[in-house]
């Protein structure tokens, strides 16, 4: 088993952001990511199951098991892609007014992660890059369009 955990500090309020990593229409053929959909049970409840097309590093499927749900605060998924699946851990900590922490822990188990060992590591390190960049842009996108509204 692998495990690995980063950070990223956002200068938007935590609120903002937290409704941005939820809405998965948002995120839906941008960057890294291709078709979404929500497959089973409400979206964020518990058991509830996300369908994601990733198209970077490489064109994949990930079912995503939603385990826990506390708004504004933190989202626990398993995700299975490739034999692999993941345990993810998203944490919301507000930093200031408007800046917030988000944190992210990770652990990885599976065959093809047994196997590549050192490899998956980079990869899963490189998709984490673009999509804190995405993030990061996605952020700044809606604060732009909702500025009026934020004043």
């Known amino acids: ?12 309020p935590l609120e903002l952001v937290f409704k941005i990593y ?4 948002r995120w839906r ?16 409840q518990e058991g509830s199951r ?34 692999i699946t993941t345990e993810t851990w998203v944490t919301f900590h507000r930093d200031a007014a408007d800046e917030t922490i988000i944190r992210v822990r990770m652990q990885i188990v599976g065959k093809l992660s047994r196997a590549l060992g050192f490899a998956i590591e980079p990869v899963i390190l490189k998709t984490r890059s673009v999509s804190s960049k995405t993030s990061v842009e996605t952020v700044r996108r809606l604060r732009r369009m909702l500025r009026p509204r934020l004043k």
């Open 29 to 44: 053929h941008r960057s890294i990511f291709g078709e979404m959909r929500w497959v089973k049970g409400s979206p964020w």
């Open 50 to 83: 996300l369908t994601i097309e990733t198209r970077v590093p490489f064109r994949s499927m990930v079912d995503q098991v939603v385990q826990d749900f506390t708004a504004n605060e933190s989202v626990n998924y398993l995700s299975h892609v490739l034999g």
């Open 22 to 25: 939820i809405d998965i229409d």
């Open 1 to 12: 088993m692998q495990s690995f955990a980063f950070e990223v500090a956002v200068r938007c």
